[in-house]
């Protein structure tokens, strides 16, 4: 069943960005399993998660609300794997980084659109 956020272009770009962060975690140390891994993959599915549930909320202000969680889990995220390459787990996360600042201009153009309409 197709819902609302299925045609959402930010939790399309957030899904994708889930199976990024998946693959690179892969190849993490198992001392960071429970650590940064966990972090990484929790903030990612974060990302998608909140666009749905924002968008199955019945009010502009709710998925606004929601919309800005998800923001700020993509921020956590850049900053999670900015660490990991600064320990060494991940070679070059500039791929990566490219897509957290596309998507998070366009959450940021979504959100700003959606403040002109209330």
């Not at 889930?18 to 974060?46: N, W």
Request: aromatic residues 6%; proline residues 3%.
């Amino acid at each position: 069943m197709k819902r609302k956020h299925h045609d959402l272009q930010v939790w399309q770009l957030g899904m994708e960005l889930v199976k990024h962060v998946y693959e690179i975690t892969s190849r993490f140390p198992d001392s960071e399993k429970y650590g940064l891994c966990s972090k990484m993959q929790r903030a990612a599915v974060s990302i998608p998660s909140n666009i749905a549930e924002g968008a199955a909320r019945t009010g502009h202000r709710e998925f606004l609300h929601f919309l800005s969680i998800a923001r700020g889990s993509l921020c956590e995220l850049e900053t999670q794997l900015m660490i990991s390459e600064s320990l060494g787990y991940t070679p070059d996360v500039s791929a990566v980084m490219l897509d957290i600042n596309e998507l998070f201009a366009k959450l940021s153009a979504l959100i700003n659109s959606m403040k002109v309409r209330n």
